[in-house]
Nanobody, 115 residues
Framework: QALLVESGGGLVQPGGSLRLSCAAS????????MSWHRQAPGKERELVAH????????NYADSVKGRFTISRDNAKNTVYLQMNSLKPEDTAVYYC????????WGQGTQVTVSS
């Protein structure tokens, strides 16, 4: 049974940093591209960052370029999202996704940026 478990969310002040983790199990992690998405209240879910199965290619939404970094450790079956210079508009539930022949989603972790 495939499982993605996000962690690392919380409340942070504007300008602060958080590191999200997504631990995967139940499927062959290094076959799958991974991505982080977010959904703010009243808005559609949007892609934040994507990383290829080997980690050799990454892509980011324009709104987070230069502030967020996606990475993965295939030995630990984990994908990360380092978020720096956080803004109130980054407030959302953050989800990780695994995609190859199937697509799997985690349950999400709340990130709140507020003073």
């Amino acid at each position: 049974q495939a499982l993605l478990v996000e962690s690392g969310g919380g409340l942070v002040q504007p300008g602060g940093s958080l590191r999200l983790s997504c631990a995967a199990s139940g499927f062959t992690f290094n076959y799958f591209a991974m991505s982080w998405h977010r959904q703010a209240p009243g808005k559609e879910r949007e892609l934040v960052a994507h990383i290829s199965s080997t980690g050799g290619r990454t892509n980011y939404a324009d709104s987070v370029k230069g502030r967020f970094t996606i990475s993965r450790d295939n030995a630990k079956n984990t994908v990360y999202l380092q978020m720096n210079s956080l803004k109130p508009e980054d407030t959302a539930v953050y989800y990780c996704n695994a995609a190859w022949n199937r697509s799997y989603w985690g349950q999400g972790t709340q990130v709140t940026v507020s003073s």
